[in-house]
């Protein structure tokens, strides 16, 4: 069974979807972490990021592992690499490039061969996995949602501002929306859920109640 979890950033979708995996006994698969891997890769190469290419390039040598809860990029783990605010700003860079997107959309598709999967991301529903048996759409205020990302940030030890936080989430929303290709959008067979003023364990709980509706 294939559940996808699409959604805006800072949405919760990362842990509510990890905790759903392990409730449910089904492989987690973190798509953004791929897109972030790829633009740690291009950063520490030095690429120029107006010269999509030399992206595609480079993603096409990185060998990329994912386990429930760590990525490990050529054999590197980089977890905690990826998720720092540089790098989380030049993502863009990879999610635009239509190579780097059809390669890493190929290495999903394997990674979900002959098990279940919750798999999370932006495009999961509409271009990924557009047959998965139970799809969801899980966002949150802006407000919310910069909070959130604010308090992860803080927790890692960044400094940060939340109105920074804030101003950078709108230009990455709009981004991910506007994306020709594998853009957020709302698959039409989505569930919509709303995080605003939900504790994680109601989020997971929602969702558990939603996924085994969907298993016969
Ligand atoms: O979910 P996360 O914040 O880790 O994703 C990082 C970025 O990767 C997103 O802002 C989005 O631009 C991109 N992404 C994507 N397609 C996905 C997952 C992430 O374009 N399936």
Known sequence: MIVTIDGPAG?????????????????????????????????????????????????????????????????????????????????????????????????????????????????????VFPHAECKIFLTASEEERARRRFQDLLARGEEVDLEEVLKKQRVRDQRDVERQFGGLAKAADSIEMVTDGLSPEQVVDRLEEIVRAHQH
Do not use: H
């Not at 409730?23 to 972490?33: E, H, I, Q, Y």
């Not at 994912?66 to 990826?82: K, S």
């Open 11 to 127: 949405a919760g979708k990362s842990s509510a979807a990890r905790r759903l995996a392990r409730r449910l006994g089904f492989s987690f698969l973190d798509t953004g972490a791929m897109y972030r891997a790829v633009a740690l890769a291009g950063r520490r190469q030095g690429v120029d990021w107006e010269n999509p290419p030399e992206l595609s390039a480079l993603a096409a040598g990185l060998r990329l592992e994912l386990t429930d809860d760590r990525i490990f990029m050529n054999g590197e783990d980089v977890t905690e690499a990826i998720r720092t605010l540089e790098i989380t700003t030049l993502t863009q860079f990879a999610a635009d490039n239509e190579a780097v997107r059809r390669r890493l959309i190929d290495q999903q598709r394997k990674f979900a061969e002959g098990r279940n999967i919750v798999t999370e991301g932006r495009d999961q529903a509409t271009v």
